[in-house]
């Protein structure tokens, strides 16, 4: 058992992907354990899932520090102080400090609820992506697993699962079928990265 990878997730909200995480590990369908939960928002109803999970959290804000070097050094020591191979993003509204995108290089995963490159950069999350499928006329859209790095849905795709946007959605019923298939994608995605089953850029 002590040999199971120790995962970090971040996120801004409700927290329903770091719950699919846990519920993943808890099944063994994800060989890893989710011991750190991160939110750069004090009421991220996720936190209250975090507590509810007996879960250590820590809500990380910028503001609070004396500058963005100094909140990296912070976030980057608490990570190490904790073991943590993994960082999951799951509704992580913030770009992660570069000291820390560095240090954990191709072991940061986020979930996206669109299909990227098209539907993605800054500004792009949540209702925004659905509302911008829905008017696009697209026939489909779908979730992204992708690693991450210092900007916002560039880095590599690691997997994606289509939904298709029917005639009558809106913004609200599509996101709840993406949503869907996010709570899916994550866990395997994040469980084949750590089992080294994709070809990423180590360079």
């Given amino acids: 058992m002590t040999d199971k990878k120790k995962i970090a997730v971040f996120i801004s909200g409700g927290g329903s992907n770091m719950q699919a995480l846990i519920d993943a590990s808890k099944s063994g ?66 770009l992660l400090p570069e000291k820390v995108v560095k240090a954990y290089k191709n072991r940061i995963m ?34 992204t697993a992708h690693l991450a790095d210092e900007i916002y849905d560039n880095g590599m795709i690691l997997e994606q699962f289509k939904v298709p946007v029917f005639d009558d959605d809106t913004p609200e019923s599509l996101a709840a079928r993406v ?8 866990p395997r995605a994040l469980e084949k990265l750590i089992k080294g089953k994709y070809e990423v850029n180590d360079g």
Avoid: T
């Avoid at 986020?110 to 992506?129: R, S, T």
């Avoid at 949503?179 to 994550?186: A, D, G, I, P, T």
């Fill in 179 to 186: 949503l869907e298939q996010e709570h899916k994608l994550f």
């Fill in 29 to 94: 369908l994800l060989s890893a354990d989710i011991v750190w939960v991160v939110s750069n928002k004090q009421k991220a109803k996720g936190l209250i899932r975090a507590e509810n999970e007996h879960i250590e959290s820590f809500v990380f804000k910028k503001k609070n520090y004396d500058s963005p070097q100094a909140a990296g050094d912070d976030l980057y020591q608490k990570l190490q102080e904790r073991h943590i191979d993994y960082i999951a993003l799951a509704g992580y509204l913030q």
């Fill in 110 to 143: 986020n979930i996206h609820p669109a299909l990227l490159p098209k539907y993605g950069g800054k500004g792009m999350y949540g209702q925004h992506v659905h509302k911008a499928v829905v008017e696009s006329g697209d026939s489909e859209s779908g979730a």
